[in-house]
């Protein structure tokens, strides 16, 4: 397996990837699920970022064995491969940037005007999951179940378990998960220290110091509610709980230092040694996320169904969130269509800054320009259908437009004629087969 450059830079899209198909898979289960047999459901998902940006191919495998309705061992696959180039967390400027890759062996380039984009980023990356959920009597029931997520510079291993208790004749569920990984981060060229200069090169002191490898580790909570309403909806509310702690810097992340002194350069890259001035992110080294989530499922008299969901996401890094998600199921004998739309929207990170001033850049105790810390909107609309065959196999494919607006401090100077939040666009397309 070749992998090469900076996976954690997109950790966080590779774990979308894998979430995405994942759900869709779980959401095209059969309503029967015969005893002693097996159900094998496969997806190939395919994403792309426009301007030339991130693509990633993603086969999904799910295979579940059912012991009797309420007994059933699952076992999840994924892989996926993510090549293109992500932004380095710089401004663009009037005149020509050359940036060091995080290796230190090599260079790459931004022209005058250009996002500073690295386009070394290439990945592949491993996923395993089991499950296993049986009853413990007529109203209790439980599951446990493990993972491991496989990549050149990232590693994660976790461990989670739920306990079921169904009340009114199993119309009411209440449900609690607990989840718990440990992640290791080995980037290329050791672990950076955060807020100091990027290097020119790995003969530079700076790579010699750096740390092989950090951890962190994550815990997970949920609490949920599932109330049958009526024989024709379905209600659902959850609270969840997230701590993490450790390395939750990105490595090969960076920020640029801005000269906001009177003169010719005001509003230029500060300069440092004779070159651009450059420092490596820093964040806190914990995180604690809230989260409340909602959602209700009614099934027309024509049998068509109808899915909103809403969620509200707050932590103590000053991030707020609401996502809004609406789905409708248009039935046609043993077909169906089903358009989505889905908001959301985001606040900034306490210590986001799309730049940092020479006057004053040495006094921030945590910086980050990384955009998914920033205010931003996305918007995507989606259209899945799906084919039951005689013998209940089953053929699905969805295809969604993603787009995403960021906003800002527009800075000064030269500065403000840079387009410092540009708009991404992106495509995606599951195909799945489930027999």
């Not at 940006?53 to 491969?81: G, M, Q």
């Not at 092989?212 to 309403?229: C, H, P, R, W, Y």
Request: aromatic share 12%; net charge negative; proline share 3%.
């Amino acid at each position: 397996m070749a992998v090469t450059k900076k996976t954690q830079k997109n950790q966080n899209l590779a774990t979308l990837l894998t979430a995405a198909s994942f759900a869709l898979i779980g959401s095209v289960s059969s309503g029967v699920n015969a005893a002693d047999k097996w159900d094998v459901d496969s997806a190939f998902l395919l994403y792309s970022e426009s301007d030339g940006r991130v693509s990633a191919a993603e086969p999904v495998i799910s295979a579940t064995r059912n012991y009797d309705e309420e007994t059933k061992l699952n076992f999840k696959i994924a892989a996926d491969t993510l090549t293109g180039a992500s932004p380095n967390g710089a401004t663009p400027s009037d005149q020509v940037q050359t940036f060091t890759s995080p290796s230190g062996n090599g260079t790459y380039e931004a022209a005058s005007g250009e996002q500073p984009l690295d386009n070394t980023f290439r990945d592949t990356r491993v996923a395993l999951s089991t499950n296993w959920s049986a009853p413990i009597n007529r109203d209790w029931a439980y599951g446990v179940g493990g993972y491991l997520s496989k990549e050149h510079d990232y590693q994660s291993l976790g461990v989670n378990g739920s306990l079921s208790r169904y009340l009114n004749q199993k119309n009411t569920t209440l449900k609690l998960g607990l989840n718990a990984s440990s992640d290791t981060i080995n980037p290329e060229g050791g672990v950076p220290t955060g807020l100091i200069q990027v290097p020119l090169s790995s003969a530079d002191n700076e790579f010699t110091q750096r740390a092989a490898s950090e951890n962190k580790s994550l815990m997970d909570a949920v609490f949920g509610v599932t109330q049958i309403i009526n024989r024709k909806t379905i209600m659902q509310f959850n609270y969840a709980l997230s701590t993490s702690s450790g390395y939750l810097t990105d490595p090969y992340k960076i920020v640029s230092v801005i000269d906001d002194g009177a003169g010719a350069n005001y509003g230029g890259n500060a300069q440092n040694g004779g070159r651009n001035l450059y420092l490596y992110e820093k964040r806190p080294d914990s995180r604690l996320k809230q989260s409340i989530y909602w959602q209700t499922k009614y099934q027309l008299d024509n049998d068509d169904i109808l899915d909103l969901s809403y969620r509200y996401m707050f932590d103590d890094w000053g991030v707020k969130s609401h996502t809004i998600d609406a789905k409708y199921r248009f039935r046609f004998d043993n077909q169906y269509l089903e358009p989505q739309l889905r908001w959301y929207t985001q606040t900034k990170a306490d210590f986001y800054n799309r730049y940092l001033n020479s006057s004053d850049y040495a006094s921030h105790d945590f910086a980050s320009a990384d955009y998914r810390l920033g205010d931003l909107d996305t918007y995507t609309i989606g259209l899945k259908y799906g084919y039951q065959f005689a013998d209940e196999t089953e053929f699905y494919t969805r295809f969604s437009l993603y787009h995403q607006e960021s906003s800002g401090d527009n800075g000064y100077g030269k500065l403000a004629a840079q387009e410092l939040y540009p708009s991404l666009d992106a495509a995606m397309l599951v195909v799945g087969y489930k027999f």
